[in-house]
């Protein structure tokens, strides 16, 4: 976003074309991090990507340490 406010207020930019821009180097950065990370393989989905909740972070901790941390932070469910 930083990027896009220099090129618009300081180089004069048209904001589109500077979004449009910052949207194309974006991309390509989470793809070629997703393949870093062995989520995309050749542009494809070599398994499946998980966005944390909170139940998923409690399940995960459970997991962890067992049922005892769980119960400790029953106020996190």
Known sequence: ???IWIRVV???VN???AIDR???IINREITRKME???Y???GEQAREFRIPTMETVTEWMQ???GTEWANQHSALR
């Open 22 to 24: 910052s949207i194309r």
């Open 40 to 42: 995309l393989e050749d």
């Open 36 to 38: 870093e990370f062995g």
């Open 1 to 3: 976003m930083s990027n």
């Open 63 to 65: 997991d962890a340490n």
């Open 15 to 17: 904001p589109r074309v």
């Open 10 to 12: 300081f180089d004069g």
